[in-house]
């Protein structure tokens, strides 16, 4: 996505430091400072115009929110979205930060186990067999998250594109890593309301197009409780069944 620069953008983001991180690096290691407390830290990266990181902080106050991208105008209209959802909806921005910055050098901003949950949504896809390595869900990005993701870490995946969808599978499983909640049409029963809309799935979805998403499970913690989860769900299942067939 290119967007120019308009006047004046520069100086719009420097006036809101609370909301608009523009030297991220130098909170490396330091996030839970900068948010001063120690509730997990969910990041979206590529946030677009922020509606979805916007919607999610406001509806989640003790989880900590950071919306990452490279553009100053995105960054400028996503604080102007936080700002009118708080006027709408109440509650405070201290929870959100916007920070300005290339998802290439992630780990420039982040430290080792710094971050409970990645969410990736609507990642460009870089069609061309050639730029598979832009590809945010390829290997070499995907070992940075782990890295940067601690023991209950986990990456939310959402896109439109199928065949970006089939190499993040791959990706993934070709990492090892455990996938659940997998979904080749997201919204088949109508819009999932458990779950906040980007602006590019709000599009594509009333264009009918079919939403595939993933959640991957990265840290030690996040597997147990994910595995426990199937366990109890295994019991409940066999005790409908018990139920439902009368002994003789
Ligand atoms: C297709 S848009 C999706 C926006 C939003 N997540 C949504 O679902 O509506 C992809 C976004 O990722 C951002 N992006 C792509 N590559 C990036 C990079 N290397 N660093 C930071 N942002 C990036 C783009 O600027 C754009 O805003």
Not at 47 to 61: A, T
Not at 79 to 100: I, T, V
Not at 184 to 209: I, Q, S
């Amino acid at each position: 996505m290119r967007l120019r620069g308009r006047k004046g953008i520069r100086e719009a983001l420097e006036a809101q430091p609370d909301l608009i991180i523009l030297n991220p690096a130098a909170y490396k290691g330091k996030w839970k400072e900068l948010f001063g407390n120690d509730r997990p830290i969910h990041v979206e990266l590529g946030m677009g115009k922020g509606r979805f990181i916007s919607q999610l902080s406001s509806l989640n106050p003790d989880i900590n929110y950071i919306g990452v991208d490279m553009y100053d105008e995105l960054m400028r209209r996503a604080a102007e979205k936080a700002q009118h959802s708080r006027e709408e909806n109440g509650g405070s921005l201290d929870n959100l930060k916007l920070a300005l910055f290339n998802i290439e050098k992630i780990e420039e901003i982040f430290d080792s186990n710094e971050l409970e949950r990645v969410y990736l949504n609507f990642s460009d896809p870089w069609p061309k067999k050639r730029h598979a390595r832009r590809r945010l869900t390829h290997f070499g990005f995907v070992r940075k998250y782990i890295d940067i993701l601690n023991d209950d870490g986990q990456i939310h995946f959402k896109t439109d594109s199928r065949s970006l969808f089939e190499f993040s599978l791959n990706s993934f499983a070709d990492m090892g890593l455990r996938m659940r909640n997998i979904s080749l049409d997201l919204h088949a029963d109508g819009p999932r309301t458990d779950l906040v809309m980007t602006e590019y799935e709000t599009k594509f979805h009333e264009k009918g197009m079919n939403i595939y998403r993933v959640e991957v499970v990265i840290g030690q913690n996040a597997l147990n409780t994910h595995l426990h989860q199937l366990e109890l769900q295994e019991k409940r299942d066999s005790e409908e069944l018990k139920k439902e067939t009368p002994e003789d």
